[in-house]
């Protein structure tokens, strides 16, 4: 069975930083493209950022309101997907999904999702 | 960027067809993937490469997709079908994924 964990939410105040992960357990980790999706607090879903597997060069990709603020990374030695969130704004609150699919990239749908973290950024 | 515009509301009665528009420029050539989501709950996806169902999904649930437009269809609507709904793309220009701004299904 497919199982995605977020956790490392909290409350951080605006200008502070954040480190998520998402542990996964019952696919082929490493083989992967992974999400973030966040969604704040009575929104919509949106895009966060991507990274690719090794073989298609690990590398990651961002929305462009948010590129420079977040890192995503991962260790396939643990199965592990972290997002890195800096200079924290107000309106990063939200709950942030890790999610993926088992389709053929970049199309692939997102068929596994987290049940997510909450970010709070307050005062 | 890619924009996908969906309607805020659609409301249906029990037994009848719900149909949930995604509108895109050029959306026909893309791959569509339509999720649910519940109060409180992760998405989940319903519909995927416009058409096609994950196992476990009823068949109640179909799609399509076409020029400007792509559509998610609920048959014989139940009331556990009250959720919000999403579209979402590849945009190949960017490389970047795009969800639609949702629709929020009623059944009445």
């Known amino acids: 069975e497919v199982q995605l964990v977020e956790s490392g939410g909290g409350l951080v105040k605006p200008g502070g930083s954040l480190r998520l992960s998402c542990s996964a357990s019952?696919?082929?980790?490493?083989?992967?493209?992974i999400n973030w999706v966040r969604q704040a607090p009575g929104k919509g879903l949106e895009w966060v950022g991507r990274?690719?597997?090794?073989?298609?060069?690990?590398?990651?990709d961002y929305a462009a309101p948010l590129k420079g603020r977040f890192a995503i990374s991962r260790d396939d030695s643990i199965n592990t997907l972290f997002l890195q969130m800096t200079s924290l704004k107000i309106e990063d609150t939200a709950v942030y999904y890790c999610?993926?699919?088992?389709?053929?990239?970049?199309?692939?749908?997102?068929?596994?999702w987290g049940q997510g973290t909450l970010v709070t950024v307050s005062s | 960027s890619y924009v996908l515009t969906q309607p805020p509301s659609v409301s249906v009665a029990p037994g009848q067809t719900a149909r949930i528009t995604c509108g895109g420029n050029?959306?026909?050539?893309?791959?569509v993937h339509w999720y649910q989501q519940k109060p409180a709950q992760a998405p989940v996806l319903v519909v995927y490469?416009?058409?096609d169902r994950p196992s476990g999904i009823p068949e109640r649930f179909s799609g399509s997709n076409s020029g400007n437009t792509a559509t998610l269809t609920i048959s014989r609507v139940e009331a556990g079908d009250e959720a919000d709904y999403y579209c979402?793309?590849?945009?190949?220009?960017?490389?970047?994924?795009?969800f639609g701004t949702g629709t929020k299904v009623t059944v009445l």
């Open positions: 999610t993926t699919g088992l389709g053929p990239a970049p199309e692939l749908a997102f068929d596994y």
């Open positions: 019952g696919f082929t980790f490493r083989n992967a493209w």
């Open positions: 990274i690719k597997n090794m073989p298609d060069g690990g590398t990651a």
């Open positions: 050029n959306i026909g050539s893309k791959s």
């Open positions: 490469d416009d058409s």
């Open positions: 979402q793309v590849w945009d190949s220009r960017s490389d970047h994924y795009v």
